[in-house]
């Protein structure tokens, strides 16, 4: 299975009412919306501490147990949208040249193999893009495990609930799609980390910083020392555009925890003339129809909100639905036919219309590859001259390195100058110049003997009794003076 770089949002038409739902850690936080009339309606709210780990247990006994908190609620709703939790998203980034579509997808593609440590055919990936000076874009690819996704489907299944989306919490309640969410870092304060998500026109970076909660017997206990660390460390990883555009700091989660947060950045973030604010409402005009009053803001409803007004998620995990005939195998390959006529009548349907729709597929193919061909033929030229010319280019830095040392053995005030170095083969040096006296340029040959990695430290010519002496020396280095 290759990465889908496309959004799958939804499995039909868009419902009327949801459940929003939010997992993070063993807590599951849900709202219930309906959509009437360009308003919101809110019907049910609830939390809940899951005993069993929805990755890791059976699916059946976490459904049952979902299925009792939302029975003991009086939610009845099946159609629900999941806030994905942020601990199981990898992050890979790249930079993306102005291309044609087809051609950026295939880099994308290269790009993810290169930078997901797991392979990307046990991923579902999706990815943003943010616009750059000179027509390039940053581009930032999310995937999450599909066995993940599986295993969190089979347990929404056996709660009797039907997944319209796989979103993530913090997308939600700052999505990148917004003029509004441009330059702003967001910390969401959950209830084992803290989320953080960087938007400029897209989502550029995606953290979530473990440990900076800590949940003591339903007690939380907030880091900020490891907020402010880690949002640093974020932002130096950034280049000088995306990092010069970051202006605002927005906090989401608990207000007293939300405060403490704030007061801390303000004061560590000083020198950065960040804006800190904590967000406690909804804008009026956020989802684009009338709100609830007194609305709590969440990523469960704001996963709801943003499903019921149709507007797409910045990342869609939901696996992709099996078309009509993977569903019509699936289901007549267990056994459980109850004619043989009506067995045989299928298959003979199923293979005429397998072969017809063959035929329209290469007939279709073909087509887009006569218009295709010539792109794809440039783009092979373009990673043919990739894969020639990349081992010309080296970060070891080795000629720097050698003249480092050897500045680590001349004094600073100038009694011994050098007017000629030759490195051959990036270990070999030889060192021409003049020095005041004879001492001077012993105690320089002595001092680089001492040196870690240098041998063989040898005068090859010495000329002049009395100043300036002219010398050359010569030595090596192992490892080609690289540390």
Known sequence: MKPDFKFKFGRGKTPTTVVGLTLDGSRLDGV??????????????FSAALTLDPLTAAPELVGREIRNHLDAAGIRERDCVLGVPLKLVLTAQTELPPLPEADATSLMQLEAEKGFHADVATLQIAHSRTPLAGDKKHVLLAGIPSTQLTALENVLAAAKLKPASFALGATALQPASRQSSN????????????????????VVALRALEGAVENTAGRLTLHPDLVARETRVTLGQLSAELRAAVKRIRIYGPRDL??????????????????????SAYAPDEFGVTLPAGASVSAAFSLA????????????????????????????SSGRLRKSGAVAAGIAALVAGVFLFQQYQLWSLRSQWSKMQMKVAGLETIQNQIHQYRPWYSGTYNNLAVLRQLSLAFPEDGAVTAKNITIRDGRTVTCAGTARDNASLLAVEAKLSALPGVTA?????????????????????????AE
């Open 32 to 45: 219930v919306l309906k959509r009437t009339n360009g308003s919101l309606q809110q019907l049910q709210t």
């Open 183 to 202: 330059g702003v870092l967001a910390l969401v304060i959950g209830e084992t980390n803290v989320g953080l998500q960087i938007t400029n026109g897209g």
């Open 258 to 279: 939300a405060q403490l947060l704030a007061d801390d950045l303000e004061l560590k973030l000083e020198a950065l003339d960040l804006k800190v604010e904590m967000v």
């Open 305 to 332: 909100a943003r499903l019921l007004t149709g507007e797409k998620p910045g990342f869609e995990f939901l696996p992709p639905k099996p078309n009509f005939v993977e569903q019509f195998v699936t289901k007549y």
């Open 457 to 481: 430290v040898h005068r090859e010519q010495s000329r002049g009794n009395k100043p300036p002496i002219q010398f050359v020396f010569s030595f090596k280095l192992n490892n080609g003076g």
